[in-house]
């Protein structure tokens, strides 16, 4: 099969749209980075157990580390109880078997 010749501003516009998908990757994972053990596990113990509809009913999508309401200020609360007990290694390695 014989693909399609693109001329010089299609592949421009493709560059910029890679090069601005690159630049969020890069920016989610200099904020993984900074999260600590409790802030991880609270996103694993989300992924793993919400139920809820994250369009109207979760508001998790709706904010971030740095400004955390009461959903995520929740999965916190019960990471960090779960850190006193065990490592976050194990206890993650536990709650994907779940």
Known sequence: MIKPERDKDDI???IKS??????????????????TQG???ATFLHQKTC???????CSWDY???NNPDSTRLKYLRKAEQML?????????RI???I
């Not at 006193?84 to 993650?92: L, M, S």
Request: no cysteine.
């Open 95 to 97: 709650l994907k078997n």
């Open 39 to 41: 802030q991880k596990l």
């Open 84 to 92: 006193i007990e065990d490592d976050f290694v194990t206890i993650k």
């Open 51 to 57: 139920r809820w509809n994250h369009v109207d009913g």
């Open 18 to 35: 890679l090069e601005k998908g690159i630049k969020e990757l890069q920016d989610e994972l200099e904020q993984k980075k900074g999260l």
């Open 12 to 14: 421009q516009e493709e």
């Open 63 to 65: 904010t971030s580390w």
